[in-house]
């Protein structure tokens, strides 16, 4: 029998419980008194008490043939008592046979349990893929939404066609004029590479005639003062005569 001992607490100090015996003093205290059919501290025990009548009747009988009745006394006295005995004993078996089966639903409910874990875990499993799925769709919808809003900002097709039909003669009258203008500046390259050789030429031409200017001029005065030195030279010659 568990015996337990006074609880003692104190302030600051969680409640606790001291015992008598030792769990596995306990157990065999327990193994010890359900072999022995004892449920309780006092008195005989009963397998004790069935000892005694079976030995009362087996040395009654040892004793002789006059002692009829007080074998048969003992006798009915020891079957009495081994019905005592066995009643408890029935009683047990009974327990422990619906012990047994309330194992063994037990067990069948735990393994139930345990399988309906397993699918539960499972299930979670599969749930927890559809909600990653299901994000990733919402993420696609949510990415289709904002460019077809985007797209719905957009001016028609038709429109835009047009717009790019307007740029590409913009275009085209561009790049036409861009050739005439290319054209053009070939030409004044041309014009003034011509302007530069004449204006080259006419240099040449007036530093030529510079210096034939100033060549006659030279002559021209050097002549003069030839005629007077000859003047001057009859002069005296006319002198000396």
Same mark, same amino acid.
């Given at each position: 029998?568990l015996?337990k001992?006074?609880?003692?607490?104190?302030?600051?100090?969680?409640?606790?419980?001291?015992?008598?015996f030792s769990?596995?003093?306990?157990?065999t205290?327990?193994?010890?008194?359900?072999?022995?059919?004892?449920?309780t501290?006092?008195?005989e025990?009963?397998l004790?008490?069935?000892?005694?009548?079976?030995? /009362?009747f %087996?040395? +009654?009988?040892?004793?002789?043939?006059? #002692?009829?009745?007080?074998?048969?006394?003992?006798? $009915?006295?020891?079957?009495? @008592?081994?019905?005592?005995f066995e009643?408890?004993?029935?009683?047990?078996k009974?327990?422990?046979?619906?012990?047994?089966? @309330?194992?063994?639903?037990? #067990?069948?409910l735990?393994? +139930?349990?345990?399988?309906?874990?397993?699918?539960?875990?499972a299930?979670?499993?599969?749930?927890k893929?559809?909600?990653?799925? /299901?994000?990733?769709?919402?993420?696609?919808?949510?990415?289709?939404?904002?460019?077809r809003?985007?797209?719905?900002?957009?001016?028609p097709r038709?429109?835009?066609?047009?717009?790019?039909?307007e740029?590409? $003669? @913009?275009?085209?009258?561009?790049?036409?004029? #861009?050739?005439?203008?290319?054209?053009?500046?070939?030409?004044r390259?041309?014009?003034? %590479? *011509? *302007?530069?050789?004449v204006?080259?030429?006419?240099? #040449?031409?007036?530093?030529? +005639?510079?210096?034939?200017? %100033?060549?006659?001029?030279?002559t021209?005065?050097?002549?003069?003062?030839?005629?007077m030195?000859?003047?001057?030279?009859?002069?005296? %010659?006319?002198?000396?005569?």
């Open positions: 029998m015996i001992g006074r609880k003692v607490t104190s302030r600051g100090e969680e409640l606790t419980a001291h015992y008598a769990p596995l003093e306990d157990d205290i327990i193994k010890h008194r359900l072999l022995t059919r004892t449920t501290t006092r008195g025990p009963p004790k008490k069935l000892q005694k009548k079976f030995i /009362s %087996a040395l +009654e009988v040892d004793k002789g043939l006059d #002692n009829y009745n007080d074998c048969e006394r003992l006798y $009915k006295a020891f079957l009495q @008592e081994m019905n005592t009643l408890p004993l029935l009683k047990s009974a327990v422990i046979d619906a012990n047994l089966r @309330e194992k063994e639903n037990f #067990n069948e735990q393994e +139930e349990i345990q399988r309906q874990i397993l699918q539960t875990q299930d979670i499993e599969d749930l893929k559809q909600l990653e799925e /299901s994000k990733l769709e919402r993420q696609h919808k949510e990415e289709c939404e904002a460019i809003r985007l797209v719905a900002m957009q001016p038709s429109e835009t066609q047009k717009i790019i039909s740029l590409e $003669k @913009e275009i085209a009258l561009l790049e036409a004029e #861009n050739t005439a203008g290319s054209r053009t500046l070939e030409l390259k041309k014009q003034f %590479a *011509l *302007l530069l050789h204006v080259d030429e006419l240099q #040449n031409t007036i530093e030529e +005639e510079q210096k034939f200017l %100033a060549e006659e001029l030279r021209a005065m050097e002549e003069p003062k030839i005629d030195e000859d003047i001057g030279g009859g002069s005296e %010659a006319m002198a000396v005569d």
